[in-house]
């Protein structure tokens, strides 16, 4: 029998396209950038495809379109998270479609490096002037706005997996192996060391909690760089909102409330937009970290109303830890007399960072470093104020001059090793006010916004910059009542305003440590103080190798003991106006205005309150312009040998 052949062909069907990712386009504020989608798609044939828009999608984000196969962003695109996209591809052969849904993320803009109105002081870096601001004729249609140079970089915050079958109960994420969605203790219980999980998404509007106030549960599983673990705050209606929650401003019932949570050497850990906080009438500790827990993250999360400090790094082999835009508030210790209850308190470790957090009425101070062997670290970009006022006797009074609790930073032992750097960097604190001691237990501390205290243990290396500190009742910068031996500090560009010194020895700056240099600060509105500087030292002794050039003081109290000016002590260039006189040792003599008005200043207006609600707030009268004198404008000298920062041994940067 023969073999016929045919000469006809068999038309195989042709499939769709398939989506075998989802894409996942991510840009930034102002830079965009382009996401190639034909990488998540296989087409079996290798036809040509064609990329449109679903009739039934969202719109396409402002400064995003469709180029071919490509998703561009423009550098038009701006901040947010736009939910709902739908993209068709076509098979240009079959004509069949495939579509997919998906989130458009671009990320806040990148922040500046550092700022750019309190520029640092160096080569060419100011024009002379005297004070905090640079000369500038913007700044009373301007609100200055600090970027935080220490900011960690988060990405995008993971989500679970889209689908149709996300659970409504404790469960595996059937769309993904490695995530798992909690809805109440048990569910946090089982996937919180399971290192199956690596993302543990905890569902808003449930308590993790067994409803006791000392609850805790020990993380003792870590996560690796790149491979970090998770536990995000979810909220399964609508699931984009992680990308910019608040749970301070949630109502209880929606926020995920989590016991304490203690990382027993846990390193490489995130923690997204949980809280913390009073349960049913019964108040929660934070977090506790110990052994070798480094590495970890706390963003966007709220602690309140803690029975102990919210935040305690308690071991000397931690290392970088950072809270990032948390807010710690009403720590007032259930009522009862205290003064050991902090927001952030590092009792040992090593630079661990509080970055643009924000914190009110704390029992304690909103930061510490304690008595253990801290080395290095970051306070940058934070509030922080009290709202609640005393009048002495443990009653609230709107107008008194007591708060419950201590101050901002207090400093016991910090950078021991004698070579470290702590940053204090760019905050805003006011409304300090003295202890009530009826309210508070007795002694138990000061309200002053940035403290050295306990007197037994030397402070080195701590660097204060670009920091506006105003209305408070308790000094300013306090460097004093501590070890006097230690010394590098810089006390660089901050604002001083309305500074009231309370009783006796609060001035604004308070100034004690050997090796320290004073430059470009501002002290304005503080004659409510009987003297503006006071350099003192408990011992009888003299001040020697201190550097003060370029501060600016307007309608404040006298300079104090001059007496204790040694014979390194250094001190000119400094202006003066509506206040006393001080004399200058060691540089050229000072610039002094009769008046504030004489000067023709501008106004400053900041941004305050930056992560619950921003408030502008305007210090008058410190900027200087085109219109102020020259002589105040080229008063600091900006060559040769008594510029600012050549006298070497003084201040972090030689140490640093």
């Not at 050497?265 to 110990?290: D, K």
């Not at 000397?316 to 009522?335: E, K």
Request: proline fraction near 4%; glycine fraction near 12%; aromatic fraction near 10%.
């Amino acid at each position: 029998m023969a073999l016929i052949a045919r000469t006809d062909s068999v038309q195989l069907p042709n499939n769709a396209p398939e989506w075998t990712g989802t894409p996942n386009p991510t840009w930034q504020e102002g830079v965009g950038g382009s996401y190639e989608m034909a990488d998540d798609v296989f087409d079996q044939e290798g036809d040509t495809l064609t990329f449109t828009l679903n009739s039934g999608s969202a719109a396409l984000p402002t400064g995003v379109s469709i180029s071919g196969s490509t998703l561009v962003g423009s550098t038009s695109v701006v901040e947010g998270i736009t939910s709902g996209v739908i993209i068709d591809v076509k098979d240009a052969d079959s004509g069949l479609i495939a579509s997919a849904s998906f989130f458009i993320v671009a990320s806040e803009a990148s922040p500046e490096t550092s700022p750019t109105l309190f520029d640092d002081y160096g080569s060419n870096a100011f024009a002379g002037e005297a004070g905090a601001l640079a000369v500038n004729d913007a700044w009373a249609s301007t609100v200055y706005d600090y970027f935080p140079a220490n900011a960690p970089t988060m990405g995008v915050i993971p989500t679970p997996t889209t689908g149709s079958a996300l659970p409504t109960s404790n469960a595996v994420n059937p769309n993904a192996d490695n995530e798992y969605c909690a809805f109440d203790r048990a569910g946090l219980v089982t996937a919180i060391n399971d290192a199956t999980y690596r993302y543990v998404f905890l569902a808003g509007g449930n308590d993790f909690t067994n409803g006791s106030d000392n609850d805790q549960l020990d993380l003792t599983l870590s996560g690796e760089s790149g491979t970090e673990r998770w536990f995000v705050y979810w909220d399964e209606d609508t699931p984009a909102n992680v990308q910019d929650i608040k749970p301070w401003n949630q109502l209880q019932g929606t926020r995920a409330n989590v016991p304490r949570i203690a990382l027993d050497s846990s390193s490489h850990t995130r923690f997204v937009g949980l809280s913390w906080g009073e349960i049913g009438g019964q108040v929660m500790r934070c977090t506790i970290a110990t052994g070798t827990a480094s590495n970890n993250i706390w963003y966007r999360c709220n602690m309140e109303n803690a029975l102990n400090h919210s935040w305690n790094m308690n071991s000397s082999n931690t290392n970088n830890n950072i809270v990032y835009q948390c807010v710690s508030h009403d720590h007032d210790g259930n009522g009862l007399p205290d003064d050991d209850i902090h927001a952030f308190i590092v009792n040992s470790g090593t630079n661990h960072k509080i970055i643009s957090c924000e914190g009110w009425d704390i029992l304690g101070d909103f930061f510490q470093v304690a008595n253990g062997v801290t080395n290095g670290g970051v306070v940058e970009d934070c509030d922080i104020y009290r709202k609640t006022f005393y009048d002495g006797n443990g009653n609230i009074d709107v107008n008194g001059i007591y708060g419950k609790g201590e101050g901002g930073l207090d400093f016991k032992n910090i950078n021991p090793d004698g070579t470290s750097r702590f940053k204090v960097y760019g905050n805003r604190i006011w409304g300090m006010r003295l202890v009530d001691e009826t309210a508070h237990t007795p002694g138990g501390g000061s309200g002053a916004p940035i403290q050295f205290s306990n007197n037994s243990v030397a402070k080195n290396g701590v660097d204060v910059r670009w920091n506006v500190i105003f209305d408070s009742d308790d000094s300013g910068i306090k460097m004093a009542g501590g070890n006097l031996t230690g010394g590098d500090h810089s006390i660089v560009r901050n604002i001083l305003s309305d500074i009231r010194d309370i009783g006796s020895n609060r001035p604004p700056l308070y100034l004690s440590p050997l090796t320290t240099e004073e430059y470009l600060n501002t002290v304005t509105d503080s004659l409510g103080a009987d003297s503006v500087l006071k350099y003192y030292r408990s011992n009888s002794t003299n001040i020697d190798e201190h550097d003060s050039i370029g501060n600016f003081y307007q309608d404040t109290g006298a300079i104090g003991d001059q007496a204790r000016w040694g014979t390194d002590f250094k001190r000119g260039y400094n202006a003066h106006a509506g206040t006393y006189v001080v004399a200058s040792k060691g540089y050229g003599s000072n610039y002094e205005a009769p008046s504030k008005a004489a000067l023709n200043m501008g106004d400053f207006t900041f941004k305050r309150k930056k992560m619950t609600g921003v408030e502008n707030f305007t210090i008058s009268g410190i900027v200087p312009t085109s219109s102020t004198p020259s002589g105040f404008r080229t008063l600091v000298p900006t060559s040769g040998g008594d510029q600012i920062g050549t006298s070497s041994g003084l201040g972090v940067d030689d140490v640093s």
